[in-house]
Structure formats: C-alpha cells, structure tokens
Nanobody, 114 residues
Framework: QVQLVESGGGLVQPGGSLRLSCAASGIFVRGYHMAWYRQAPGKPREVIAHFTISGRTNYADSVQGRFTISRDNAKNTVSLQMNRLKPEDTAVYYC????????WGQGTQVTVSS
C-alpha cells in the first residue's frame, strides 16, 4: 500500500521561506515522476512542480524561480523548497505521482500572511 505523508507547512510572512517534505512508503520515489500540487480555498488542485525519473524538473509559471523540487533517494522523500513566498501561495500542499497516481495524503497547510 502506497502512503504519502507531507510535512513542513506553517504560517510564514510574505517573502519568507518554507521547506516541505513528502515521505513515501510502498514505493521508491526514484522509480516515478513525482510532483507537488496545491489546492487553495475554492480552487481546483493544481500541479506546481514535478521531478522526472531522469532528474529533470518542471515548474508552473506561478512558482518558477521561487520554488525548487528535489528528491532524496536514500531517504525516499521528495521535497519542495519555497522561497519568496506570496499570499497567493496560501494553500494545502500535496505530493503524488505526476497525474495523481495514488491516493492523496492529508497534505500540509501553508499560510502566507503578515
């Protein structure tokens, strides 16, 4: 059974940084295209970054240059470094395979507010 557990969210002021982590069990993240998603209140879930099996990365325009996705094969985790956060980044953040391969975890809340 695949389980994805997100952590690292919190309340941060605009311009601040957070690092999210996704711990996977039941799979090896190195064998899949992995992605971070977010869902803001009243909006659909959107993919914001993904990391391919070969190590290539891709970002949504809204986070390009501010967020960095990475993978740690030894720890079997996928991380999202978020810098220069904006109020519009406020959302629940999730990780999953690209395309939403498995059941969604509980996500981690990120709130950007002064």
């Amino acid at each position: 059974q695949v389980q994805l557990v997100e952590s690292g969210g919190g309340l941060v002021q605009p311009g601040g940084s957070l690092r999210l982590s996704c711990a996977a069990s039941g799979i090896f993240v190195r064998g899949y295209h992995m992605a971070w998603y977010r869902q803001a209140p009243g909006k659909p879930r959107e993919v914001i970054a993904h990391f391919t099996i070969s190590g290539r990365t891709n970002y949504a325009d809204s986070v390009q240059g501010r967020f960095t996705i990475s993978r740690d094969n030894a720890k079997n985790t996928v991380s999202l470094q978020m810098n220069r956060l904006k109020p519009e980044d406020t959302a629940v953040y999730y990780c999953n395979g690209l395309g939403g391969t498995w059941a969604w975890g509980q996500g981690t809340q990120v709130t950007v507010s002064s």
